[in-house]
């Protein structure tokens, strides 16, 4: 059974900080790994998804890293702002036909001015 | 407009009372999803539909029901509310394409007392 975990829960970090969120998951036949973020009392949206014939990919500030053999993918986010306060999400689809997504519990994060 | 609507937003009803949740989007996607979200439990799957005439199941359906009106709509029903079912539900959905990215809705909050 596919598992996804992400560390940590919690993270507040001064603004400007480079910063690393953690995303591990127990089955390596995945489809595609997605990153996405939850704003409070918004849904959920989309930052990066990297196939899984694929080692990472970069949007803007963001960069996600995936590295199926060890089971793991990291977001980087680099010289943070107060906007990116948010709780981030990470999502596996299993490889096969039901193409579902495996959810973390995310990581909350504060930035602060 | 957002492409993904969930209607209402916020909903406070009492335990037995039937609920309908309504999702509509205009991305044109063929599949369509209803998650709940709940603290330390995340995101989880309670129905989906692959196109108009596909519904399935799941990883918690009971207590639930869904309705695929047309490609644009899918809706979700609790027949009889009960107070556990108070939680954030969200509306997501995809294109049968090669990257699966979901697309959600901005969530709505039901409270059963």
């Known amino acids: 059974k596919q598992e996804v975990t992400q560390i940590p829960a919690a993270l507040s970090v001064p603004e400007g900080e480079n910063l690393v969120l953690n995303c591990s998951f127990t089955?390596?036949?995945?489809?595609?790994l997605q990153w996405f973020r939850q704003d409070p009392g918004k849904g959920l949206t989309s930052l990066l998804l990297?196939?899984?014939s694929q080692r990472e990919q970069t949007s803007g500030r963001l960069n996600a890293s995936l590295d199926k053999s060890s089971g793991r993918s990291t977001l980087y986010i680099a010289a943070s702002q107060p906007g990116d306060s948010a709780t981030y999400l990470c999502?596996?689809?299993?490889?096969?036909?039901?193409?579902?997504?495996?959810w973390g519990l995310g990581t909350s994060l504060a930035v602060n001015p | 407009d957002a492409d993904v609507t969930q209607t209402p937003r916020n909903r406070i009803t009492k335990t037995g009372k039937r609920i309908m949740l309504e999702c509509s989007q205009t991305?044109?996607?063929?599949?369509m999803y209803w998650y709940r979200q709940d603290p330390g439990l995340g995101l989880r799957l309670i129905y989906y539909?692959?196109?108009?005439?596909?519904?399935n199941k799941g990883e918690i359906s009971d207590g639930y029901s869904v309705s695929r009106q047309a490609q644009a709509k899918f809706s979700l029903s609790l027949e009889s509310a009960i107070p556990n079912q108070t939680a954030l539900y969200f509306c997501?959905?995809?294109?049968?394409?090669?990257?699966?990215?979901?697309?959600f809705g901005p969530g709505t909050r039901l409270t059963v007392l």
């Open positions: 997501a959905t995809s294109d049968t394409g090669s990257t699966d990215t979901q697309y």
């Open positions: 991305k044109g996607h063929d599949r």
């Open positions: 539909s692959f196109d108009v005439k596909d519904i």
């Open positions: 089955d390596s036949a995945i489809y595609n």
């Open positions: 990297i196939q899984s």
């Open positions: 999502a596996v689809i299993r490889a096969g036909n039901n193409r579902k997504l495996i």
